[in-house]
């Protein structure tokens, strides 16, 4: 389905963000990766998938690489096609006791990267009439959590520029859309059951059910691979008139 177009997915050397390029690469994308520690084992999962892969290490949180890598991007594999705003991070403090450089970081890492990253992709998508622009928000984008400040914020403003992105491009071939999941078990969630279990004296297992059961009536993690599966509905011809929508995937979290 995707042959032949070209896939960006920031902060994807782990976790959703290989999930998700995994799954775009298995519709015949070629691959851009980004993101920190291991780069060998991601690129060479993708490029066992049988498409082009090529890696940029931008940080995020800095405006001048974000954009050395679009340039490197489209002067590699000749345009983004489709761009998946993934990288996040997370810190976990009461607001009054927040670190500001904590702040600063998610905000630019989990929000502002996204306008910067769509800024730069969307001429080219405009120009060919065809994009995909996937921001991986969060459950968060839709409610809060005590404790998340920076996060929360970020991902609601990630929701809000998504609905943006999406209703400036209406009439044309380019959506935008938010995907949101709750929790997925991967290094960003496990710090936390990690900080639980050390807290609370719990084994692993133990502060996993008692994430789950705070927040999601399926007790069951989401998975990368279907967060990936809703990317590529997201890029179908089916997706074609999807615009602007923030997707659960969350167990029933903000069902509640
Ligand atoms: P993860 O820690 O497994 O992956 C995060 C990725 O972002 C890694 O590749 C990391 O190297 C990269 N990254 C971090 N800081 C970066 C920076 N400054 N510049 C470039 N890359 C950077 O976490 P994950 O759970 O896969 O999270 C991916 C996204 O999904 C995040 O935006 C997160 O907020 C969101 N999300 C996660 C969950 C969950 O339960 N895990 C739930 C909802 C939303």
């Given at each position: 389905?995707?042959?032949?177009?070209?896939?960006?997915?920031?902060?994807?050397?782990?976790?959703?963000?290989?999930?998700i390029?995994?799954a775009l690469?298995?519709?015949?994308?070629?691959?851009?990766?980004?993101?920190?520690?291991?780069?060998?084992?991601?690129?060479?999962?993708?490029?066992?998938?049988?498409?082009?892969?090529?890696?940029?290490?931008?940080?995020?949180?800095?405006?001048?690489?974000?954009?050395?890598?679009?340039?490197?991007?489209?002067?590699?594999?000749?345009?983004?096609?489709v761009?998946v705003?993934?990288?996040?991070?997370?810190?976990?403090?009461?607001?009054?006791?927040?670190?500001?450089?904590?702040?600063?970081?998610?905000?630019?890492?989990?929000?502002?990267?996204?306008?910067?990253?769509?800024?730069?992709?969307?001429?080219?998508?405009?120009?060919?009439?065809?994009?995909r622009?996937i921001?991986v928000?969060?459950?968060?984008?839709?409610?809060?959590?005590?404790?998340?400040?920076?996060?929360?914020?970020?991902?609601?403003?990630?929701?809000?520029?998504?609905?943006?992105?999406?209703?400036?491009?209406?009439?044309?071939?380019?959506?935008?859309?938010?995907i949101?999941?709750?929790?997925?078990?991967?290094?960003?969630?496990?710090?936390?059951?990690?900080?639980?279990?050390?807290?609370?004296?719990?084994?692993?297992?133990?502060?996993?059910?008692?994430?789950?059961?705070?927040?999601?009536?399926?007790?069951?993690?989401?998975?990368?691979?279907?967060l990936g599966a809703l990317a590529v509905f997201f890029c179908?011809?089916?997706?074609?008139?999807?615009?602007?929508?923030?997707?659960?995937?969350?167990?029933?979290?903000?069902?509640?």
């Open positions: 389905m995707l042959k032949g177009k070209t896939a960006l997915v920031t902060g994807s050397t782990s976790g959703i963000g290989l999930g390029a995994k690469a298995e519709q015949g994308a070629n691959i851009v990766l980004n993101g920190f520690g291991d780069t060998a084992g991601p690129q060479a999962e993708i490029a066992a998938l049988g498409v082009k892969v090529a890696y940029h290490g931008a940080d995020m949180s800095k405006v001048a690489e974000i954009e050395a890598m679009m340039k490197f991007a489209a002067e590699t594999f000749g345009q983004v096609d761009l705003n993934n990288a996040g991070i997370q810190h976990v403090a009461p607001i009054q006791d927040f670190p500001v450089e904590k702040w600063d970081a998610i905000i630019a890492i989990n929000m502002s990267s996204a306008f910067h990253a769509t800024r730069l992709a969307l001429p080219a998508m405009q120009k060919k009439n065809w994009g622009i921001n928000a969060s459950i968060h984008g839709l409610v809060g959590s005590a404790d998340k400040s920076a996060y929360v914020a970020a991902k609601h403003g990630v929701v809000g520029l998504t609905k943006v992105t999406a209703l400036e491009n209406a009439t044309t071939g380019v959506t935008c859309n938010a949101c999941p709750g929790w997925v078990l991967t290094p960003l969630v496990q710090k936390q059951v990690d900080a639980k279990a050390l807290d609370m004296g719990l084994s692993n297992e133990e502060a996993k059910n008692l994430l789950l059961k705070e927040k999601e009536p399926s007790m069951q993690f989401t998975t990368p691979e279907e179908s011809s089916a997706g074609n008139n999807v615009r602007g929508v923030a997707w659960n995937m969350d167990g029933g979290w903000t069902a509640q």
